[in-house]
């Protein structure tokens, strides 16, 4: 199985084939709308921008997993990213990340990618302190916070896991590479 076989909820609860998105590259993450990371739906947007066109798509889910940071409707909270960061990429149901109810499209992404690196005195530091607030975080291959992203290359394969303190600024060298 692979990514491509997967389907997931848009936001008003249709099915939508991951299929569509072949030959794309791919940059999956959790988000949440109340949370210290929330301004990087910001430099997301701003790779959106650049490099769509090109043969980028963005792809956020909506994750209440940790700490209720996304509360409200999915339609309350697409409201509340175009608005204050005028996003523009394709952003799905909120789903759970972890746990018995995670979606099949986060549990075949942790098994390809299980692991991030964390560069930086200050980002181990802040991982660290995020592990001891994450109650749904398991295990080290599950998702320790919002904002965690997939890198996807265009035949399906995923590249690379970037922990939530890696900003989109950081990956785009890695994602123009596969453009």
């Known amino acids: 199985m692979g990514i491509y076989d997967f389907s997931v909820k848009t936001r008003k609860g249709e099915d939508f084939a991951l299929k569509a998105y072949e030959g794309k590259v791919m940059l999956i993450v959790n988000t949440a709308t109340g949370c210290g990371f929330t301004p990087q739906y910001e430099g997301l947007e701003s790779l959106y921008e650049k490099y769509h066109e090109k043969g980028l798509e963005i792809l956020d889910f909506p994750c209440n997993q940790f700490k209720g940071q996304a509360p409200g409707t999915d339609e309350e909270i697409h409201e509340f990213c175009t608005l204050k960061y005028n996003t523009q990429f394709d952003q799905f149901k909120k789903i759970d990340v972890n746990g018995e109810n995670e979606s099949p499209l986060y549990t075949y992404l942790k098994e390809q990618?299980?692991?991030?690196?964390?560069?930086?005195?200050?980002?181990?530091?802040?991982?660290?302190?995020?592990?001891?607030?994450?109650?749904?975080?398991?295990?080290?291959?599950?998702?320790?916070?919002?904002?965690?992203?997939?890198?996807?290359?265009?035949?399906?394969?995923?590249?690379?896991?970037?922990?939530?303190?890696?900003?989109?600024?950081?990956?785009?060298?890695?994602?123009?590479?596969?453009?």
């Not at 991982?127 to 916070?145: P, R």
């Open 113 to 179: 990618a299980p692991s991030e690196e964390i560069k930086g005195v200050k980002n181990k530091l802040a991982m660290k302190a995020i592990s001891k607030l994450s109650d749904t975080a398991k295990s080290q291959a599950d998702i320790q916070w919002n904002f965690t992203k997939f890198l996807v290359d265009g035949s399906g394969k995923v590249v690379k896991r970037y922990n939530p303190t890696c900003t989109p600024e950081e990956i785009e060298k890695d994602l123009v590479n596969l453009l």
